[in-house]
């Protein structure tokens, strides 16, 4: 793997924003205008995938970056939780869940994947 200078150059990171973003618009629609705190936590939920993945990358070393990306793997099954619920109170389609949900579950696997990438890199090192 090529030498990372910014988490922005993270397949993971810009995935997760780009999810991220997609949530915030979707939460602009009309019917989630009275649902405050089901607004706020699907949001906050969104976010902290990519906010762990930046901070994690901060620290400048493996141990708690690997931390940080668990964090966001953890954060992928509650925005899947979260979107579930969506579509069972009728806020989304079938279809949107769907093409979420496998983004989300693509995104997961893809952080397990960067974890354990870390944690084998960090083992040659000691």
């Known amino acids: ?56 990358f901060e620290y400048n070393n493996s141990k708690d970056f690997v ?3 668990r964090y966001s793997k953890g954060s992928t099954g509650e925005l899947r939780n979260m979107i579930t619920f969506l579509l069972k109170i009728g806020f989304i389609k079938e279809e949107y869940h769907q093409r979420l949900t496998n983004e989300l579950v693509t995104l997961s696997k893809q952080l397990y994947a960067f974890i354990n990438y870390l944690k084998k ?6």
């Open 1 to 56: 793997m090529a030498k990372v200078n910014r988490f922005e150059e993270l397949e993971v990171w810009q995935k997760a924003m780009s999810i991220a973003v997609e949530i915030y618009n979707l939460t602009k629609e009309e019917k989630f205008l009275r649902e405050y705190s089901l607004k706020d936590q699907i949001i906050r939920a969104a976010i902290s995938i990519s906010n762990n993945i930046s901070e994690g």
């Open 121 to 126: 890199n960090e083992q040659k090192k000691k």
């Open 67 to 69: 931390k940080f990306l």
